[in-house]
């Protein structure tokens, strides 16, 4: 996007969801939706799991999976039910622990979309945006002040997952510095960094 809306004079932007991944228009872009997608990416990833996003859990995403060999996520609820049998969901929690696949689709109507369309969009100077230097002082004001634990259990999406028997999933989001692995997308899967196919 362009002209008064746009952040097309910075190399490092930020925006909200796939309209605004389209907008920015970068030539690296990092999706963070911490409480279930890229938390849920990173620990697969560090367990070896190629991870295929997918924007919706709908027919779409079993085809989806079947023609990449891959394994489809349940839902995290679905996870939950009695006799359940283990297998891997949008929780972070639970992909901890849930039995290896070697690769999965994980739908998310947050992280996989905005995934999604940036892989179907690719501009730059040399400073953060007013938005992102903002995202990035508060991000560093709330770690700092030892307030990133409890800012992401009191947040909105933080009380919603707790209400529905999901603190753990908090807990894993909310861990500081507790991963080395840095997935990055490579021909439509999350693998780590200097990994592909």
């Known amino acids: 996007m362009t002209g008064l ?12 969801g796939p309209v605004g991944a389209t907008a920015v228009g970068a030539e690296v872009s990092v999706v963070v939706d911490v409480l279930s997608f890229t938390t849920s990416v990173t620990v697969a990833v560090e367990r070896g799991m190629r991870v295929f996003p997918f924007a919706w ?19 995290r609820l679905e996870a939950t039910r ?30 996989s979309s905005i995934t999604t369309v940036l892989q179907d969009s690719r501009s730059t100077d040399d400073v953060f945006s007013p938005e992102a230097r903002s995202a990035a002082d508060l991000f560093v004001a709330v770690a700092d002040a ?8 009191n947040c909105v999406g933080g009380r919603e997952l707790i209400a529905k028997g999901f603190v753990a999933d908090v807990d894993v989001a909310a861990e500081l510095d507790a991963s080395t692995t840095v997935p990055v ?13």
């Open 82 to 111: 009695p006799g359940a049998v283990p297998a891997p969901s949008l929780s972070p929690a639970q992909l901890t622990s849930c039995p290896l696949v070697p690769r999965l689709v994980l739908p998310s109507p947050n992280g």
């Open 146 to 153: 030892g307030r990133l634990d409890e800012s992401m259990h």
């Open 5 to 16: 809306f746009g952040q097309d004079a910075y190399a490092v932007r930020f925006d909200w």
């Open 185 to 197: 997308l490579v021909d439509g899967a999350f693998a780590p960094i200097g990994q592909g196919e």
């Open 57 to 75: 859990k709908d027919s779409r995403a079993q085809e989806f999976a079947q023609s990449r060999d891959a394994v489809l996520a349940v839902g």
